[in-house]
């Protein structure tokens, strides 16, 4: 099946920093990438569609300024945690969607943690 | 109402037995269904995808579908420990690539 590549798996950082993550769909080209958090014991929550070459696509009460979304390339799209605080900490996951079948891949995911 | 609904479990089968899931949707114009299994810590692996009404098999995984009803469901045949995970059901409407998410069904399979 397809690939969809995450990174990091996992990062640390202190309150007031900003935190990059990589989304990359291996072999196949992805015009569209979804952006998901998941905090524990819950399910998948949709923050963004990201679209290349034009702006993401919020879902509501997401902050676009707070989760900076840029998908520059068929294959990249990164998400940005600007000024992160400790409620942020959570389980971030992309996928990527398969065209032809309407079928999503999903990274390995990133546990982020904010302290 | 939720756009997915399903039951939180957790859905505990012995080894062996057939493991039954259940999921409905709101949208009636929802077009294609899936299946995922997520282990604790891990992001979620599709197992199976239905887009019409009926059955469809794979290996142990059975995924059927039925649209008038809103309803879409899993088995998992001669369950083994490894299928402890929660299985998330998933929809997509009829534009764009969209994944709408249920709440998972926890599964546990005891020896």
């Known amino acids: 099946g397809a690939v969809v590549s995450q990174h990091p798996s996992w990062v640390i950082c202190k309150s007031g920093t900003s935190v990059k993550i990589e989304c990359r769909s291996l072999?196949?080209?992805?015009?569209?990438m979804f952006w998901y958090r998941q905090f524990p014991k819950q399910s998948l929550m949709l923050m963004a569609t990201?679209?290349?070459?034009?702006?993401?696509?919020?879902e509501q009460g997401v902050e676009k300024d707070k989760f900076l979304i840029n998908h520059a390339s068929l294959t990249l799209s990164t998400l940005t945690v600007t000024s992160a605080h400790p409620e942020d900490s959570s389980f971030y996951i992309c996928?990527?969607?398969?065209?032809?079948?309407?079928?999503?891949?999903f990274g390995q995911g990133t546990r982020l943690t904010v302290v | 109402q939720k756009e997915v609904e399903q039951n939180s479990g957790p859905l505990s089968v012995p080894e062996g037995a057939i493991a039954s899931l259940n999921c409905t949707y709101s949208d009636r114009v929802s077009q294609s269904f899936f299946w995922y299994r997520q282990y604790s810590g891990k992001s979620p692996e599709l197992i199976m995808s239905i887009y019409s009404n009926g059955d469809k098999e794979d290996g142990r995984f059975t995924a059927q579908l039925n649209k008038a009803s809103q309803y879409v469901s899993l088995l998992i045949r001669d369950s083994q420990p490894s299928d402890s995970a929660t299985y998330l059901c998933a929809v997509i409407k009829a534009a764009g690539n969209k994944l709408t998410f249920g709440g998972g069904t926890r599964v546990l399979v005891k020896p």
């Open positions: 072999d196949f080209q992805a015009t569209t």
């Open positions: 996928s990527a969607a398969d065209r032809g079948n309407h079928r999503a891949f």
């Open positions: 990201s679209n290349e070459g034009s702006k993401a696509t919020y």
